[in-house]
């Protein structure tokens, strides 16, 4: 379980997450939505222990597996070797069965078993991207965050890795936060959603309680609809952004 209270992060002046209290349990995704620069990937940072923060965050347990959306790797290494990494932190020059049997199954696990031998620098970022997935998974945490982990995928893709790892958080019982942009992804592949606004928590709950038409009128400044789809999920429409206030100001008086 991963509790936060009263979490802020800041850069210089600037408040970037603002007293943000949240919970995320065993055996459920809870997906951070929100708009451009609301706070959610420095959110995401500060529960992963890799972004300085005021308040608190506490775990039930301690193997966290992070993975970020700009991940740098050196080009010389095969998508196993990547993958390994996750095992060990650096690679050396004996390596025990039981890291290169958990390496093997990751990316087996994610669909990319025949890409095992390639240089990452080879692949495509979707490729990449899911060579990535694997090397996360294959260290067994019991806390999985991710950032965008579907940005760099196409839409067959997309829904084979949130599928993935939903059956992964649900088979392994992992604590599993997630940003997202697509709302109807979260809708989909969520138990729970997050949404920020400004840098704050502007609510959470179900995804049929916080995926309405008004509340995501105030986060994204857009109108929408919302219906339902055949299996009973909410499916959002973007329908055209709200006009803006025109603030008019008083005409000089003539002289």
């Known amino acids: 379980m991963i509790s936060a209270r009263d979490v802020t ?4 002046r600037r408040v970037a997450v603002d ?3 949240l919970e995320a349990r065993p055996g459920e995704v809870l997906a951070i939505l929100g708009a451009n ?3 959610k990937t420095s959110l995401l940072r500060a529960l992963a222990g890799v972004q300085a923060c005021g308040g608190s965050v506490a775990y039930g347990a301690a193997s966290i597996g992070y993975m970020p959306q700009d991940n740098a790797v050196r080009a010389a290494l095969t998508a196993f070797e990547v993958v390994l990494l996750g095992r060990l932190r650096s690679l050396t020059l004996r390596v025990g069965e039981g890291d290169l049997q958990a390496a093997r199954a990751a990316l ?6 025949d890409l095992a031998a390639r ?5 495509s970022g ?3 991207q899911l060579v990535f997935m694997a090397q996360v998974l294959a260290a067994d945490p019991a806390i999985l965050l991710l950032d965008e982990p579907t940005s760099a995928l196409d839409i067959a893709h997309q829904l084979q890795v949130l599928d993935l790892l939903r059956q992964a958080t649900l088979r392994r019982g992992l604590t599993t936060v997630a940003v997202l942009h697509d709302l109807n992804a979260a809708a989909r592949f969520s138990d729970r959603v997050a949404l920020m606004a400004g840098g704050r928590l502007l609510c959470a709950g179900t ?4 995926l309405t038409e008004p509340v995501l009128r105030e986060a994204y400044g857009v109108e929408v609809c919302v219906m339902t789809a055949p299996d009973g999920r909410p499916v959002v429409i973007p329908l055209r952004p709200q006009p803006r206030a025109v603030s008019i100001g008083r005409s000089s008086s003539p002289r």
């Open 207 to 210: 995804v049929a309680s916080v």
């Open 108 to 113: 087996a696990e994610v669909g990319i078993a």
């Open 119 to 123: 240089a990452i620098g080879e692949l």
């Open 19 to 21: 007293g943000v209290c």
């Open 126 to 128: 979707g490729q990449r």
């Open 37 to 39: 620069g609301s706070g």
């Open 9 to 12: 992060v800041r850069y210089g």
